[in-house]
């Protein structure tokens, strides 16, 4: 079990957008896939019911982490850049709209989040140059606005929010 009491994530969670039931992994997989907008917000209403907030948060660390990983294969490039934005989208959402619900009274999970967070921010200068400008999706999330479009300042705007919502003691 994880932290939070949830099962080992085998849980299926029904799908609101015709797709079947679906396990956690798959219905992150398609939330940052850029491919059904409408999912983003669905998955942070309901997830809840179905898994705990270390799973989705662990989840989408690894989704963001597969994305970063391969920036810097050509025939993977496009999709790895939508996928780290879309995740990037993800976790600015989640922290934006449900910091207090989800990570305020959840110190294991804050302070996973502010690891994660500061690790990445320290590795960006590794990460390969990418051009975002062909694999931008044509939609604008809500909140989305106040991202910047380049992925490595996106990052940096992750860990600023971060600093900002997490009380100084963690």
């Avoid at 910091?99 to 320290?122: G, I, K, M, P, S």
């Amino acid at each position: 079990e994880g932290h939070d009491g949830e099962a080992g994530g085998d849980q299926r969670v029904p799908a609101g957008h015709g797709e079947a039931e679906q396990p956690p992994r798959r219905l992150v997989a398609e939330m940052t896939s850029g491919s059904a907008p409408g999912l983003l917000q669905d998955v942070f209403l309901g997830y809840r019911s179905y898994f705990g907030a270390h799973r989705l948060l662990e989840l989408l660390l690894q989704r963001t982490e597969w994305a970063i990983e391969k920036l810097s294969r050509p025939n993977v490039a496009p999709t790895a850049q939508r996928v780290l934005s879309q995740s990037q989208l993800a976790l600015w959402h989640w922290l934006l709209y449900y910091y207090e619900h989800d990570f305020q009274n959840d110190e294991a999970l804050t302070r996973r989040l502010v690891q994660w967070t500061h690790e990445q921010n320290l590795h960006l200068d590794f990460w390969p140059a990418t051009d975002v400008a062909s694999s931008w999706p044509s939609t604008m999330y809500d909140g989305e606005e106040h991202l910047p479009r380049d992925l490595r300042e996106r990052m940096q705007s992750i860990y600023s929010l971060v600093e900002i919502l997490v009380p100084e003691t963690l």
